[in-house]
């Protein structure tokens, strides 16, 4: 979910005009629909990550900041995930998968150490590769967060 993030935005300004957000949040849409309608190619749709209405092979780029956190919100213990938390990231990464081209690179950027996240994205059943990157400032006192790249139909 893009929520009322600048990102999109951030990204029509640097140059990428074809840019899709989604949301479950109709409220939240509509106001990013009424906040970026100067911007033609963005477009906003409310959708569940779920269950995509986009046909398969759509696009050449997936972006996720933090979505796929949500879906880990509730699990106590990060090397013990529940079926249930297990089993909706492997529905939302496959319909990632679905959606992307051959060759289509998935990104995501998660506070999430490789050593949680990773067995979630490393799957055969997915078709793609898989790198990441720690990113922060290097100053002790901050937080890391992760840049992870999957791309479509690499080993």
Not at 45 to 69: H, N, Q, S, W, Y
Not at 75 to 102: C, I, K, N
Request: glycine share 6%; aromatic share 10%; with cysteine.
């Amino acid at each position: 979910g893009c929520g009322n993030s600048a990102l999109s935005h951030d990204l029509h300004e640097l140059g990428y005009t074809d840019v899709t957000s989604i949301d479950f949040s109709p409220a939240c849409i509509a106001a990013m629909r009424a906040r970026y309608a100067h911007c033609p190619g963005l477009r906003w749709a409310v959708m569940d990550i779920r269950a995509l209405a986009f046909p398969d092979a759509t696009f050449d780029v997936v972006l996720e900041k933090g979505t796929l956190d949500v879906l880990m919100v509730e699990e106590t213990d990060p090397w013990d995930v529940s079926p249930q938390a297990a089993a909706a990231m492997h529905r939302v990464l496959a319909e990632v998968s679905r959606v992307l081209r051959p060759r289509g690179c998935f990104i995501s950027i998660t506070f999430a150490q490789p050593h949680f996240r990773k067995p979630h994205y490393a799957q055969e059943a997915f078709g793609w590769s898989l790198r990441h990157a720690a990113c922060g400032d290097g100053d002790a006192s901050t937080f890391h967060y992760f840049l992870y790249v999957m791309r479509k139909g690499q080993p």
